[in-house]
């Protein structure tokens, strides 16, 4: 990085992707404590949603 650029934690857009970045890791949390009583993990859970939207689809395309 030169000089004449700013650093990237002052760029709003950065801090902006960091925010959601943040947000998206504290649903994962959520999430995978939610199934714990279902005994499930979170890769589990997204193909059986991709079951339910997609009756009949094969076990290749999953």
């Not at 801090?15 to 589990?44: G, M």
């Amino acid at each position: 990085m030169n000089i004449k650029q700013d650093l990237p934690w002052d760029n709003p857009r950065f801090r902006n992707w960091v925010a959601v970045a943040r947000a998206c890791h504290v649903v994962e949390r959520t999430l995978a404590v939610k199934l714990v009583p279902l005994d499930l993990k979170p890769a589990q859970l997204d193909v059986l949603m991709n079951l339910y939207r997609h009756p009949g689809m094969s076990q290749h395309d999953l």
